[in-house]
């Protein structure tokens, strides 16, 4: 069916309807979609009574080459084409892209591939059931267990990410007196680890952390380093953060924070601080906003422990 001159739209056929509907089409088109569906109704009802479906079956009415998508919902909702459509999980409404669990596990191992702190991905196994993730198989080191988690949250649409990744270090297992020394050495040289205050245990490759310090980073900082010592197994983390800081003003600077931070929309976070513990409630967009989220509250004066209540909605 041919276009109306200058109007950009081409194409084939559509079902029900003659080329005298073209210009209240066109006009519907650039209405919002619920004016536009009743403006198309009222002015194609006659049309679609008098005029015969082609022999070809019903085709779409195209703008600039692409289907329209207000046209398509509006005249062809049960087509093949636009049943396959919503079968493909994308929400026009919306505009965005549900995932389903097939995909979001091949984006995970992708992921996983694409990550250099990951050096053997094929041998990590990935399972989703309605966005939840489960890592399961073996790594060489425990910094490698994290990134792979790490990595899981990146992906859009994972909800969780549950790490049962086991260690499985390379080479001869390190004595845990060297290893309880080498730690000892970088604990000492780092300036961000407060001088004394910090103890390590080492069992079967195993590290227990205990001690205090003022801040959370500080605290976050001695993990850190820990778990990238070659022939750590595992941390347990049992500093404690007590600085005098109200919960009043505590709270006041996390929410500060959020607003500051582009990762994360404050709009739907709340936060409650009581007994040096923010914890956090609403809903974000991913994992990778919830984990900003944690962090920056993470990085108030006063908290020693960050409880995230937040549910993920992509």
């Known amino acids: 069916m041919p276009g109306s001159p200058g109007s950009g739209i081409t194409g084939g056929a559509i079902p029900g309807v003659g080329i005298w509907a073209l210009p209240r089409l066109m006009e519907a088109a650039s209405m919002p979609e619920a004016t536009a569906s009743v403006a198309y109704t009222r002015a194609t009802a006659a049309q679609v009574a008098t005029v015969p479906f082609p022999s070809g079956g019903p085709r779409y009415l195209t703008a600039g080459g692409a289907s329209h998508p207000l046209l398509r919902r509006v005249m062809c909702p049960g087509t093949p084409a636009a049943q396959a459509e919503k079968r493909s999980g994308t929400s026009e409404q919306e505009g965005e892209l549900v995932k389903s669990d097939s995909e979001i596990r091949d984006d995970v191992i992708n992921e996983l591939r694409w ?24 790594v060489s080191t425990y910094a490698e267990r994290l990134a792979a988690a790490r990595a899981a949250e990146r992906v859009y649409g994972v ?26 050495h970088i604990l000492e040289w780092n300036v961000q680890v407060p001088e004394g205050k910090i103890h390590a245990r080492v069992s079967d490759g195993w590290v227990t952390l205990d001690g205090e310090v003022e801040y959370e980073y500080q605290r976050h900082e001695v993990e850190r380093m820990v778990r990238n010592v070659r022939g ?7 500093i404690t953060v007590k600085p005098p800081v109200s ?19 404050a709009r739907h976070i709340r936060v409650e601080v009581s007994d040096h513990t923010a914890k ?32 993920v909605s992509p």
């Open 247 to 265: 919960p009043e003003k505590v709270q006041a600077v996390i929410e500060d924070a959020f607003k500051r931070e582009a990762e994360i929309d």
């Open 115 to 138: 990550d250099p702190q990951i050096t053997e991905p094929d041998a990590i196994g990935v399972a989703v059931t309605d966005g939840a993730v489960t890592l399961t198989g073996h």
């Open 159 to 184: 909800k969780t990410v549950a790490n049962d990744l086991k260690v499985k270090l390379s080479g001869a297992p390190r004595d845990d007196s060297d290893l309880a020394r080498a730690i000892a």
């Open 280 to 311: 956090l409630y609403g809903h974000v967009h991913s994992l990778h906003e919830a984990s900003a989220a944690r962090a920056a509250a993470a990085s108030a004066p006063g908290v020693a422990t960050v409880e995230s209540h937040l549910l």
């Open 232 to 238: 750590v197994a595992g941390v347990t983390d049992l």
